[in-house]
């Protein structure tokens, strides 16, 4: 086999491939609401193995462009969808300039089977890229090796030139080997053939399921180009607070400096001993601080950070929980792995190191540590603690979040989980930073274990339909 029989097998199939996948339609259905889950619409997106282009046309892009080695297969694409660019390119010649164009997402579908040097083509990958760029890519599992196969002799499926079978590890260790990161690794499809009821049954709720999963045909990837560490950029610290009147002094005291600048944006809501006075007082006692007073219009620590973040200047939005259980002296640390580019969404980890002895109820912590298990699960992305009050990302992805909040609608009073979900959402890397957990030095937790429990866990099943069962 050469690349050559690799690339005539495509040229001499470019028709019979069209109406093999007018028959497997419910497949390629499927292939494309997943992918249209993933890639928000309206981005810059380039598909490399486009085909006929009905994957490309299925994501809405506001500029896309499709390439393929096999100049029949995209005369069939032009002729489809004229408002979509197809060129006949090999993504393993393309030049270090690339297309001259950078893309937003970068779709291969069912290609790395076909191409004869995977690792190349990734390298090449990056000359299409830019900093924020996703690499989203789906292939066929392992496992599903032999029965495709079998599928193909008995005739119920048309052949394919696989020059290659990757496990996900390949996938993986191949964009390692190119410096990208993987963000996540979803399994769909358990039922690729169209059958009332049982068709929706496997695929969207016995595939989504742990351990079952792993039988699914499809692997879908997602990853993101690693850049170089970024230059220092000034922080907005956003300390929400309640009844926190004993603790506001000690944020300005015990915030060490870092970034280019700081600025501090104490949220009072309701509070009842004297907090927002409090506040006014540090404010005057600490004029070289750039601290500015707010209080909350609504009610409930999302609104209070939704607020502040709306009004922030900073670069790098960061989230200090007014009960500083979180220590101050932790936060450049979370800064530091944000402006190495360690991920773009930081999340504290309390639940490493021992904790001081009150820091934490008993329920509290299994509580925490069965969130952390499902929203792993959930988001495809290790998470240990999902409500440590220290979230920390740059002002631009957070605008992201923002801008495609409706999609879960504003039903986290919280305001962990919608972070979360809204940069999982938006395909951010989340990285988790390790912290001691202290006791309170002032006032008592306004966490309900059971009320609150019980809304967490409505919140948990609701977003699993969003992002999960789809």
């Not at 889950?37 to 892009?61: M, Q, T, Y």
């Not at 934490?360 to 509580?367: D, Q, S, V, Y």
């Amino acid at each position: 086999m050469t690349k050559t029989e690799i690339q005539d097998f495509f040229r001499q199939n470019a028709e019979k491939r069209e109406k093999w996948n007018k028959k497997d339609r419910f497949y390629h259905k499927l292939l494309e609401k997943y992918f249209s889950f993933i890639v928000p619409v309206g981005k810059r997106v380039i598909e490399i193995g486009c085909g006929s282009g009905d994957l490309l046309h299925a994501v809405r892009p506001s500029y896309g462009v499709g390439i393929d080695f096999a100049p029949e297969t995209i005369e069939i694409a032009r002729r489809k969808y004229p408002d979509l660019h197809f060129e006949t390119l090999d993504i393993e010649e393309i030049s270090e300039n690339g297309l001259g164009e950078r893309f937003d997402y970068v779709i291969l579908s069912d290609t790395m089977g076909c191409l004869w040097d995977a690792q190349k083509a990734i390298h090449n990958i990056r000359n299409l890229c830019h900093p924020q760029t996703r690499i989203v890519i789906s292939n066929y599992s392992f496992l599903w090796e032999p029965v495709i196969k079998l599928l193909e002799t008995t005739g119920l499926k048309q052949k394919q030139f696989m020059s290659n079978w990757l496990s996900n590890r390949d996938v993986e260790n191949l964009l390692a080997l190119e410096n990208y990161q993987v963000i996540k690794t979803e399994r769909k499809i358990m039922f690729p053939l169209y059958i009332p009821l049982i068709s929706s049954l496997f695929n969207t709720i016995l595939a989504n399921l742990p351990v079952l999963n792993h039988l699914n045909l499809v692997d879908i990837i997602v990853a993101r180009p690693v850049p170089p560490a970024e230059t220092h950029s000034s922080v907005t610290i956003v300390v929400p607070a309640r009844n926190e009147r004993g603790n506001i002094e000690n944020a300005i005291k015990r915030t060490p400096h870092f970034g280019t600048a700081q600025e501090f944006i104490f949220i009072e809501g309701g509070s009842h001993d004297g907090t927002y006075e409090e506040m006014e007082r540090v404010k005057a006692a600490y004029p070289d601080k750039n601290i500015r007073l707010m209080q909350q219009t609504e009610k409930g620590k999302g609104n209070a950070v939704r607020e502040a973040f709306d009004a922030a200047t900073g670069d790098v939005l960061m989230i200090l929980d007014a009960d500083l259980t979180v220590p101050p002296e932790e936060l450049p640390k979370f800064y530091d792995a944000l402006r190495d580019n360690k991920g773009e969404f930081i999340n504290g980890c309390r639940l490493v190191y021992p904790m001081d002895k009150h820091a934490m109820r008993f329920l509290n912590l299994l509580g925490n540590k069965f969130f952390g298990m499902f929203f792993s699960y959930l988001l495809s992305q290790n998470l240990k603690d999902t409500l440590c009050g220290t979230k920390v990302l740059y002002r631009e992805d957070y605008e992201k979040i923002k801008a495609n909040r409706s999609y879960f609608g504003e039903f986290d009073p919280f305001g962990d989980f919608d972070l979360l979900f809204g940069a999982a959402k938006q395909n951010l890397k989340i990285t988790e930073i390790i912290i001691r957990y202290k006791d309170r030095e002032y006032g008592s937790t306004q966490i309900s274990r059971f009320r609150h429990g019980i809304l967490l866990f409505q919140m948990s099943f609701f977003a699993a339909r969003k992002i999960k069962f789809i």
